[in-house]
């Protein structure tokens, strides 16, 4: 476990409850021009686990994923999470310029790397891409590109905001496979970040909404395997999640 900002707690000070976790925040707080996005939130993930967390748009879930990932030293409060962390964000943020060898390698040194890219890349389906230039991707491609970069690092953590958004919903269902079979096999703690609740009951290991700044609803998804949007707990978890988003179900039609 490591962790960032107001000074490195050891393993000796770290609080009881982040024993065993692999994520662990107390009291996370994040201010913008005198705005608390995040104030007070409180949550353990465990190793392998798969969380997703939902919310209203412009409720700081990208704020709190960045905190997760190290990427916001402005951030108060305590923030445990493992050192081999990895980020998938809404675009695939490939260097242009590089190839997708290259690309899936960004930031790691030395050879030993490059066969353990050419099997992530293989096991996101783009065996024979590697000299291949990121233009010449779709947008699933692409986005498979990121998911291999980010598995090359061996995440004890992965984070993904939103990563399938922008995509088609056939490439979506296939990702949602991918992500599906790859979590399996490398069994990192995972917190995905997404606005669609069907999504979030399919993939998940347990769902959580981000309100006023806190995790206000922290459910267990209890749909038996395969997850149908027909079986009734799918139904009755999706109602349950919809009326804590504030979002009308009628209004909103069977497509969330
Ligand atoms: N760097 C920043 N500067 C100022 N305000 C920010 C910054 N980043 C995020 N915010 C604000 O914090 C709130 C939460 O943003 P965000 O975490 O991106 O929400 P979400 O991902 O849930 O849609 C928004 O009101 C946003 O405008
Ligand atoms: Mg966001």
Known sequence: MATRFRGHVSVEDQPAGALGAAVYTEGVRRVFDQRAVLDGLDLRLEPGEFVALLGRSGSGKSTFLRALGGLDPDVEGTVLVPERR??????????????????????????????????????????????????????????????????????????????????????????????????????????????????????????LVLTDGRISLDLPVEVPSPRLRSDAAFGRLRSALLAELGVDELAEGSHV
């Open 86 to 207: 990895a980020v998938v964000f809404q675009e695939p943020r490939l260097l242009p310029w590089k190839r997708i060898l290259p690309n899936v390698l960004l930031g790691l040194k030395g050879s030993e790397h490059r066969d353990r890219a050419r099997d992530a890349l293989r096991e996101v389906g783009l065996e024979g891409h590697e000299k291949d230039w990121p233009i010449t991707l779709s947008g699933g491609e692409a986005q498979r590109v990121a998911l291999a970069r980010a598995l090359v690092r061996e995440p004890q953590l992965l984070l993904l905001d939103e990563p399938f958004g922008a995509l088609d919903a056939l490439t979506r269902i296939r990702m949602h496979t991918l992500l599906q079979e790859l979590c399996r096999r490398h069994r990192p703690a995972v917190l995905l970040v997404t606005h669609d609740v069907g999504e979030a009951i399919l993939l998940a290991d347990r769902v």
